[in-house]
C-alpha cells in the first residue's frame, strides 16, 4: 500500500474497518446504495444529487463503485482540505442524534451500533466520562473535541 504513505498502519486499519463496515453487500467495494445507507444510519437524508457528487468525487476510475484504495484517497482528500476543527464538529453532530447539542453514554453506544461496534452501557459510561469535564454526564461539542485531540 505505497499509495497510503499519509497514514499509518493503525490508521490504514481503521479505515479498513469503517470501509468493511460500509460495504453492506461484502464485496469488496462501495457502491452509492451503501453509501446512501450509512449516511442515513448516521441521522442524514442524502438526496440522489448529493449520492452523486459523492461518487463522483470519490469513483476516480470512473467504475461505479469505491475501491478501498479510492476510499482512502477520499479521507485524505477531506483532511488535507477541511480544517480540523470542522471534521471535529461535523463528527459531533453525527454522535448527536436527538440533535440537543450534547452526546449522551445511549447515543455513544447507538451510533457506534449502527457501525458494528458492541458496547456494554458501562463501556459506553466510561467513555464518556474520559471526556465529561463539567460532569453532567455527557459530551458537549468542545467536551468531545478535546477529548478526540487527546488522542490524536
Known amino acids: 500500500m505505497g499509495e497510503n504513505s499519509n497514514f499509518s498502519e493503525a490508521e490504514l486499519s481503521v479505515f479498513r474497518s ?5 460495504d453492506g453487500n461484502k464485496n469488496g467495494v462501495i457502491e452509492k446504495e451503501e453509501i446512501g445507507d450509512v449516511l ?10 448529493e449520492l452523486d457528487g459523492f461518487m463522483e468525487r470519490a469513483d476516480t476510475d470512473k467504475n461505479g463503485v469505491v475501491d478501498f484504495q479510492e476510499f482512502v484517497n477520499m479521507i485524505d482528500e477531506v ?12 463528527a459531533f453532530k453525527s454522535f448527536d442524534i436527538n440533535s440537543d447539542g450534547k452526546v449522551s453514554s445511549k447515543e455513544l453506544k447507538e451510533f457506534l451500533q449502527g457501525y ?12 464518556i466520562k474520559l471526556g465529561d469535564v463539567d460532569g453532567d454526564g455527557m459530551l458537549n ?11 490524536d
Open 18 to 22: 469503517l470501509f468493511d463496515s460500509w
Open 79 to 90: 483532511k488535507k482540505n477541511t480544517p480540523k476543527e470542522t471534521l471535529l464538529q461535523e
Open 40 to 49: 442515513r444510519a448516521a441521522g442524514q437524508d442524502p438526496t440522489n444529487a
Open 116 to 127: 458494528g461496534e458492541k458496547l456494554t452501557d458501562q463501556e459506553a459510561e466510561e467513555i
Open 141 to 151: 461539542v468542545d467536551e468531545f473535541i478535546r477529548a478526540l485531540q487527546e488522542f
